[in-house]
């Protein structure tokens, strides 16, 4: 979340370099307010200057752009994907398989790192317990989704679950009878996102498909990379693997690939470590692995059905609301509810949505 510009440098000796700049927002006051109270910018830059600079140099595998400057507080100058190859998707189009699988492979590559950095760590200091949020708390806590109901986060949840479940009965899946438990847990969302038993490592926390990019043809050649580490949190693997795939896949590609895709990121994972001696099978047993999935497979719904009345709208439905100061107060942390259904009743992309993540809900309900 920032003002994004190109920046283009040209040398005496006829050279022209071109950057890509993150800065903080300042095109609608309410919106750069609402970061500041967050502290998702400052946290992204601060990330940018030390954490993730140190575990980008662990995998030979790319997963993130490089950072070049960083102006504190203000601005982050990196390298511009885009005039390397790499696009974003449309955001109401799904992920192909190959599209996920090269995802797979670059999420697995990333969190490898902290593994790593913990191993080497434990291995090369006093610390034999070290782990990736002792040191780096600050940057790591939760800021997406707080468990402080007082937090101006906590409000968007409200909004949203509201906004999600008042619209329920209109979808032709409709089952009555559910919709004060499926409210109860969205907002029971935050305790359920809480550091666990299993293994953890730095997440990326907003692993949908306008912060994943791609780059060559579909097929062995097809690369990606992670964008916009705002909402980053240390916490189980699963937790990103499955917010992504509730948001970039539908449910019949979920049915048929869920198993296959999640040996593919544990090889993927595993394969990474190798390359520093490193053994997944003593770190991250694939037992511990798998039990995670499915205990976070139901963040992963919910989060996606708050994305589901958040992101996926037509340009032209929401644009408005974006740009106007009047209309991001009540569309963030009012009530939005009768907005969704407007939306609803004419677009069929959204209904379709709204309905396959309402019926994963209710199969974990049911």
């Known amino acids: 979340m920032g003002d994004h510009f190109n920046l283009e440098i040209s040398t005496s000796y006829g050279k022209t370099y071109t950057f890509f700049v993150k800065s903080m927002p300042t095109l609608l006051p309410n919106f750069e307010s609402y ?8 946290k992204e830059t601060k990330l940018f200057q030390t954490l993730l600079e140190k575990l980008r140099k662990l995998s030979t595998n790319a997963w993130c752009p490089k950072s070049y400057y960083i102006y504190e507080n203000d601005a982050i100058i990196m390298e511009n994907l885009v005039r390397k190859g790499y696009q974003v998707m449309n955001h109401r189009e799904y992920f192909t398989y190959q599209q996920f699988s090269a995802f797979i492979k670059t999420v697995a590559a990333f969190h490898s790192t902290t593994i790593i950095y913990e191993e080497l760590t434990r291995k090369n200091s006093d610390f034999k317990n070290f782990r990736l949020i002792d040191k780096y708390r600050n940057l790591l806590e939760e800021c997406g989704y707080p468990c402080d109901e007082t937090h101006i986060r906590h409000k968007a949840l409200v909004c949203n679950a509201n906004a999600f479940v008042s619209n329920l009965k209109y979808l032709n899946n409709y089952k009555e009878g559910f919709d004060k438990q499926i409210w109860k847990e969205l907002n029971n969302l935050p305790n359920r996102m809480k550091i666990n038993r299993y293994r953890n490592v730095m997440n990326h926390g907003d692993l949908w498909c306008n912060n994943i990019m791609f780059s060559g043809n579909e097929g062995e050649n097809l690369k990606c990379l992670l964008v916009d580490f705002q909402f980053a949190r240390y916490a189980c693997p699963s937790q990103d693997l499955m917010l992504a795939m509730y948001t970039t896949t539908n449910r019949e590609f979920r049915t048929k690939y869920y198993d296959h895709f999640l040996e593919m990121y544990y090889n993927a994972l595993g394969d990474e470590l190798k ?5 997944i099978n003593e770190l991250y047993p694939k037992n511990d692995f798998l039990q ?75």
């Not at 970061?35 to 400052?42: K, Q």
């Not at 999935?293 to 439905?317: H, N, P, Q, W």
């Open 292 to 366: 995670s999935c499915s205990e976070k497979r139901i963040v992963g719904i919910l989060l996606a059905a708050l994305y589901t009345v958040m992101v996926f709208y037509r340009s032209e439905d929401i644009d408005n609301v974006l740009s106007n100061a009047d209309n991001f107060w009540p569309f963030n942390f009012g009530n939005k509810n009768e907005f969704v259904l407007n939306i609803l009743k004419n677009d069929e992309h959204l209904r379709e949505r709204f309905s396959e993540i309402y019926q994963d809900i209710l199969e974990y309900v049911l």
């Open 275 to 279: 390359t520093y001696s490193l053994n």
């Open 35 to 42: 970061i500041n109270e967050i502290g998702t910018f400052t």
